[in-house]
Every structure is written in C-alpha cells, then in structure tokens.
C-alpha cells in the first residue's frame, strides 16, 4: 500500500512569514507613543460612550452648542463603540491593543494574499513600503478598525477572479458590518464594480451575459447590505458629501500631499515605478486603472494614502511575481498541513498576542499634555466658566468634548459645514470683524488655544480680555466680565 507523502515543511515558512509581520505592527502600535496624536481620538470615544450610555445612535448633535441639533450622521458609530468598549475595559491602554490588534489583522491578511506570489524577500518589501504610507496613519481611529475589512474584502475578489466566478455571498454580511464602522466600505463596493468590470471584458461572448448577471446581482446586494445602518441612504451618500465640501482643504488630513520634502507615498511610488518599468510588469488593464485612481486620489487627500498602502500591493502581487521570476510555476505558497498539525502553533501565536495584549493593558496609558489635549490648561478653567461658550483649536474640540466641555469646533468638519469652517478660519486667523461678529453672535466667554495661534495675540492687545493660564501647549483667555468671583491670576507652569 502506497505511504501518503508527508506536506511540504514550507508550511511553517509561509505561517511566519504571515505571523512575524502582523506582530512587528501589533508591537509597534503597542508602544507608539503618537496613538492619540489626533485629537478624533477622544470625541469617538466620546460618542461611544453616548451611545453606550443612550442606547441609541444619535441623530443630531449631542456636544458642541455651534451646531448643537443639527443633522449628524453617525456613520463610525459602530467603531465609535468599540473604542468606549475598549476604553471602558481597559482605559486608554485598551484603546492602543484595540488599535493594534486590527492593524496586524490587517498585516496578516496582506502577508498572506502576497506570498502566493512572491518570494519572501518581496513579501518582506512590499510589506515595508506598504507601513511606510501606512506609519503616519496609525492613530487610535476608526479607519485603523476597517484595515482588516479592507484587505479581507480586495482578497476575496482577487480570489474570485482567480476561480473565474463571482465573490463569495458570504462578504454581504461582512458589507452590513463595514458600512457600519467606516465610511470606507464604499470602496469595497467601488471595488467590486472594477473587478466585476474585469471579470466581464475576460469572459468569452457567450458567457458575458451570465457574467454580468451574476455580478451585478452581487454589486445590487452588496450595496443593499451597505444600506442597513442608522443613517440609510444618508450614509451611503456621506463619502460623497464629504469630497464635495468646498472648505476640506483647511483640514490637515484633506489636503494635497507636498513633494517639498521626501514622503513615504512618493518613495514608494517611484521604487514601485522603478521596478515596474525595469523588470516590464504587465498590469491588467482595470486592476493598473484602480490602482492609479487611487494613487490620484491619495495625492489629493492625504487621508485617502491608506487605502493605496492596503489595496495597491494586493492588486500589483501577481504581475510582479510574474515580471521578477517569470519561469517559476505559480503559487509560491504551500499547502497547508493536516488540521491536527495547526492548532499547537496557532495556539502558541494566539497565546503571544494575548500576553502582549494583555501586557499593555496592565501598563497604564497616561494621557499628557499635548497638541489635541490640554490637559493641565483645562483643569485651571472654573467649572462655571466652562459652562459658557468657548472659542477653541481645531484640535482641541475633542479633548473638550471628552471632559464634558461643549466646543465652537471640532473634528466632525462635516456636521459644521462649510460655512461655520469658514467663521472658524477667519476668527482663528485673528481677523478683527469676524472675532467681533462670531464672539458677538456665540456669546463666547473664553478661549482655549495653543500659544502660536494670531487669535491669542489679538485677544492679548483687546481690552477687557485677559489670560487666566498659559503653557506651551495652550493659552486660555477670558472676557474680564465673564470671569467667577475670585477667579485665578495668569498661570503659568
């Protein structure tokens, strides 16, 4: 009787080179100390908390008192919740492992789609260029959460299109789940139309129709799964109101990448370009338009970057594994063993993961005065002034709204519109006739601004205006008559 051969031992190979990625990102995000960098950070929380608390995703405005009732479409409010869930079971260390563990979810699917077609060294490579786009995005936010889905999601259309078949019915869910954690899920749909159209000008004559059935039906359902949120057909249009607002430019995230230094995006695209055009890469047609649509749309918001850093190496893996080594038979990857072999190691990678995870909760993550926190400045603001209206950074409305503080402006830029961006811009800028017009019409009693702001030099030379704290980080300023009895002198550290 005939032995069963023993499976390749390239297995483990494979297996390490999906683990040791994914746990060099979960350790970097463990121990990144720029995790809150973005003030976004505390209001999601914020609004996971409110949520928690009401049992209900809010429809309107519940924490500024510019734009307090006004429509407001929760569309993160899913990963909104996770973070307060995290926050709650573990404070801001949760929040970081929470951050953490999806980024190596994401890694590893990647790890795992790139090496069917390339050698090690390449996955290695690509895997680098992708963190170095990647690096500068890894904050506690609820686009790091959808990393996994995004990835899951441009995996299993590049498998059906390996198996000449539409994607599998098992993603619609899996939509239902992402429109409700992240505006994003509208690439996957945008995704899917590509694929669908690739799938469709491959196919023979005589199959095109069934092809186009087939796929469209998947396209309409996807897209009727995407619709199942709080926010209906205003969630699904949300990405698209965003774009067009004329004021995103103010906002750092939504502005155009600038070539005046060297940037991780522009390295990566012209080693990407390099070797392209060195080893003659050949890119199906649709896959080279996707994947330069968003490159153009990641040069125009900087934010858009982690879309290309997941999405491109994915769609570029397979004409580069052709182009680099074009005698070798395809995949590189190895079959998997027996199942009985499997559970010992993934046991073992499972058990690191939680012992670091847990590690890091069991550290304390202590929030410190920053450029989205002001922490010790807000904590010299008596709690009757903080009742009042208040003019504040950009970047400081969530801070505040995580105290309990109502903000003039914070990062939902999209629930302001544009026309508050614009009040928020020039009385920012220190321009005499929008500070007496928006302080006039807010009744604003204070503000709360770092110490380089033109605003803070104007306020200083106003009469009956004075500071009541100021540090490096932050400068609060006071009306003289707006002031509690007994109110502190100047501060400073």
Not at 67 to 85: D, F, K, Y
Not at 488 to 493: D, E, T, Y
Request: hydrophobic share 55%.
């Amino acid at each position: 009787m005939a032995s069963i051969p023993a499976p390749d031992g390239r297995w483990r190979r494979d297996l390490a080179l999906i683990v040791l990625p994914a746990l060099a990102i979960f350790l970097y995000c463990l121990l990144d100390p720029t995790m809150f960098a973005d003030g976004d950070s505390n209001w999601h929380i914020a609004t996971g908390r409110w949520i928690l608390a009401h049992g209900a995703v809010p429809p309107t405005d519940p924490f500024s008192y510019t734009a307090v009732g006004r429509p407001w479409v929760t569309h993160e409010w899913l990963s909104e919740v996770l973070m307060a869930l995290a926050w709650l079971a573990g404070g801001w260390s949760g929040v970081v492992v929470l951050t953490g563990a999806c980024a190596a979810a994401a890694v590893a699917l990647m790890a795992a789609e790139l090496r069917r077609s390339l050698r090690p060294f390449s996955v290695i490579v690509a895997l680098g260029v992708s963190f170095g786009m990647l690096e500068r995005h890894m904050l506690a936010r609820p686009h790091i959460i959808t990393l996994p889905l995004l990835a899951l999601w441009t995996v299993q259309l590049l498998e059906a299109r390996r198996k000449d078949r539409a994607p599998p019915l098992w993603l619609l869910p899996l939509m239902l789940l992402w429109s409700n954690l992240h505006g994003s899920f509208i690439f996957g749909l945008a995704f899917t139309a590509f694929f669908a159209l690739e799938a469709f000008l491959a196919a023979p004559a005589d199959r095109r129709l069934d092809v186009a059935t087939k796929s469209g039906a998947f396209g309409l359902a996807a897209g009727a799964f995407s619709l199942v949120t709080p926010n209906g057909v205003r969630g699904f249009f949300y990405p698209l109101y965003v774009m067009s607002m004329k004021n995103l430019q103010t906002i750092s995230e939504w502005q155009s990448v600038s070539f005046m230094k060297p940037t991780s995006l522009g390295l990566g695209a012209l080693l990407t370009l390099f070797i392209c055009l060195y080893r003659g890469v050949r890119v199906p047609a649709v896959r080279l338009a996707l994947a330069l649509l968003l490159l153009y749309m990641s040069l125009q918001h900087i934010r858009l970057e982690v879309v290309l850093a997941v999405v491109a190496p994915l769609l570029l893996a397979e004409p580069l594994g052709r182009a680099l080594e074009p005698d070798r038979a395809m995949p590189l990857s190895s079959p998997w063993p027996p199942r009985r072999q499997l559970p010992a190691p993934l046991t073992a990678i499972a058990a690191v993961f939680l012992v670091l995870g847990v590690s890091r909760i069991a550290i304390p993550e202590v929030r410190r005065d920053g450029v989205t926190a002001p922490l010790t400045a807000l904590a010299h603001v008596p709690p009757a002034l903080r009742a009042r209206p208040v003019f504040n950074d950009y970047g400081f409305g969530g801070w505040l709204i995580f105290e309990g503080v109502r903000p003039f402006m914070d990062g939902r830029s999209d629930m302001y519109g544009d026309d508050l961006i614009k009040v928020y811009v020039q009385v920012q800028s220190g321009d005499p006739v929008a500070v007496a017009r928006a302080f006039s019409r807010y009744g604003v009693a204070w503000t709360i601004l770092p110490p380089t702001t033109p605003l803070v030099a104007r306020l200083d030379a106003t009469p009956g205006w004075r500071r009541l704290y100021a540090d490096k980080w932050a400068v609060v300023q006071v009306r003289s008559d707006a002031l509690p009895p007994q109110a502190p002198a100047a501060a400073r550290p």
